[in-house]
T-cell receptor
Framework: GDSVTQMEGPVTLSEEAFLTINCTYT??????LFWYVQYPGEGLQLLLK?????DKGSNKGFEATYRKETTSFHLEKGSVQVSDSAVYFC??????????????FGSGTQLTVLP | GAGVSQSPSNKVTEKGKDVELRCDPI?????LYWYRQRLGQGLEFLIY????????KSGLPSDRFSAERTGESVSTLTIQRTQQEDSAVYLC?????????????FGPGTRLTVT
């Protein structure tokens, strides 16, 4: 079945450091890929998405590129801020369009950014 | 507009009791999903509804778990004879018809503690 493997945390960085959170997946067909973020005390929010190979999703300075050859969707940010402290989840949906399908999530990576 | 809402936000119950968790999706969203998030883990898919029907119940962990949805709106997740391993945050999400189905909007969750 489908699965998502995420870089284990927790990750602690200083403000303005470069961030990479690794994510690889196993799926049949052509899944869509997502990063969700969960800020302390809040619900899950969609951060960015990519629906086909070589697509780059971006939002709030974060980027991730859908790499089919390496089955990866690594999250990057060039300069993190204290406000980026949160738990980040990589997820996939098994079809790129059409009917609704459940998301398969990675285990989450806790990011703490220190001032 | 209002987002996905869930109630109660917290529920403490004794082992063996039944509980009902409620989800109000975003108005107009035809797809509704239930997930479970155990402490320190990713989200585990439970069930999804398209309209009032549930084409995929594969994630329900046992026959103690059931869910229904009425009027393409509110959904209730019922756990009978609760066990301690049922303790988790139960998250509801909804998505809209058409190409926007890929994006799921999450509620704040119900934290269930079984003592």
């Amino acid at each position: 079945g489908d699965s998502v493997t995420q870089m284990e945390g927790p990750v602690t960085l200083s403000e303005e450091a470069f961030l990479t959170i690794n994510c690889t997946y196993t799926a049949t067909g052509y899944p869509s890929l997502f990063w969700y973020v969960q800020y302390p005390g809040e619900g899950l929010q969609l951060l960015l998405k990519a629906t086909k190979a070589d697509d780059k999703g971006s939002n709030k300075g974060f980027e991730a590129t859908y790499r089919k050859e390496t089955t990866s969707f690594h999250l990057e940010k060039g300069s993190v801020q204290v406000s980026d402290s949160a738990v980040y989840f990589c997820a996939l949906s098994p079809f790129s369009s059409g009917s609704a399908r459940q998301l398969t999530f990675g285990s989450g990576t806790q990011l703490t950014v220190l001032p | 507009g209002a987002g996905v809402s869930q109630s109660p936000s917290n529920k403490v119950t004794e082992k063996g009791k039944d509980v009902e968790l409620r989800c109000d999706p975003i108005s107009g969203h035809t797809a509704l999903y239930w997930y479970r998030q155990r402490l320190g883990q990713g989200l585990e898919f439970l069930i999804y509804f398209q309209g009032n029907s549930a084409p995929d119940k594969s994630g329900l962990p046992s026959d103690r778990f059931s869910a229904e949805r009425t009027g393409e709106s509110v959904s209730t997740l019922t756990i009978q004879r609760t066990q301690q391993e049922d303790s988790a945050v139960y998250l509801c999400a909804s998505s809209s018809p058409g190409t926007g189905r890929l994006e799921q909007y999450f509620g704040p969750g119900t934290r269930l503690t079984v003592t």
